[in-house]
């Protein structure tokens, strides 16, 4: 039975909490975790990336010079892409770089990634955390009491809370998910992983 750290907002330890073994003992899968985490990726381009080619750039319609007699090799057009000003051949256009991957795959992975950060001790939960204000002050000193200062650090919620978000966005190198759309990336990415007590069964109800 895997176990994770309990921890009060004053940074006291307040015992242990017993973890799903179907979420949080997975066997690392590091090929499935490399795939999906690259899916992830990809998923954030942008991808607008555009070129000109021949037909959008300006000018052309006669040839530059003669076919013969100048010395010169022969063109047809001044927007040839070996002419100055000419188009882009085989350069970048808009299009999605987005990857299908099952939904099985990614549970999997994240389960393996959680899993990974539980054996590493590198995950612990929150005891009744909760931001009544939108105050920097004491979740950085959280973090601090915690050795989360200056790390990478996920923030997994029950459910989405202004307060919290607007408590952490000054926090270099914090980040904060729900328990509905955490991913592998996300895990996989912080050094450190906090869990809120009441997110634990929604993560496992998510993800067993």
């Not at 590091?30 to 607008?48: D, F």
């Not at 070129?51 to 001044?78: C, E, F, L, M, W």
Request: aromatic fraction near 4%; hydrophobic fraction near 40%.
């Amino acid at each position: 039975m895997a176990s994770a750290k309990l921890f009060r907002m004053d940074g006291t330890e307040a015992g242990s909490v017993a973890l799903n073994a179907a979420v949080f003992d997975v066997e690392m899968n590091p090929v499935l975790v490399h795939e999906v985490v690259v899916a992830l990726q990809a998923s954030k381009r942008q991808g607008n990336a555009d070129t000109k080619t021949r037909k959008d750039v300006s000018g052309g319609g006669i040839k530059p010079y003669r076919q013969k007699g100048t010395g010169n090799a022969r063109h047809g057009s001044s927007r040839e892409s070996q002419m100055r000003g000419g188009g882009t051949v085989w350069g970048p256009h808009p299009r999605s770089y987005r990857q299908d991957v099952p939904i099985a795959f990614r549970r999997k992975a994240l389960c393996c990634a959680l899993s990974d950060r539980v054996r590493g001790e590198a995950l612990c939960v929150l005891e009744n955390f909760a931001c009544g204000a939108p105050k920097t002050k004491p979740v950085a000193s959280m973090l601090d009491k915690l050795s989360a200062a200056g790390r990478r650090t996920l923030i997994i919620m029950a459910d989405a809370d202004k307060n919290t978000v607007l408590s952490t966005r000054n926090i270099p190198k914090v980040s904060v998910r729900t328990a509905s759309d955490v991913n592998a990336l996300d895990v996989m990415t912080a050094a450190r992983v906090m869990v809120a007590q009441d997110a634990l069964a929604k993560l496992e109800e998510r993800l067993s």
